[in-house]
């Protein structure tokens, strides 16, 4: 990383919060979550699971790359958003099940809609088609 910086992990749950609240407002927190930076993947940009080892913390993972100041925070802010609707649709939380897939039929970008968010899915869908690739590979990742 060229500069330092300043996505460290309070920065990171201070997204989450400001997310929650601006967009999930009417999604019950009904367990812990907790959101961490994970390791560095070409593909996986976030996920949410239970924690194994407590069987109810929902976990959500941010990919360590977007620390990077060269990936605008709405990809990151987007990121989050995608797996707050897992959170909300009963994936890696304890709401109930609303569809039998995490992604089945278009449910993420309809939640973004649904949200007024679709702006946001859109503007990080092109950064990372225009960008991705390239960012990869100045970092060794490709
Ligand atoms: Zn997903």
Redesign the pocket.
Known sequence: MKAVSYRDQEWLENLLADIWYQHFRDVEQNNDVVIIWAKRAKRRL??IEIDGRDGHTSIIKVNRLFQDLEVPEYVIRATIV??MT?YAHGFGSPHDKKQQH??SGGV?RKEFAERGLVDLYLQQKRWLKDNWRNFLLERGML
Do not use: L, Q
Request: glycine share 12%; hydrophobic share 10%.
């Open positions: 976030g996920s995608h797996e897992h995490p992604h993420i």
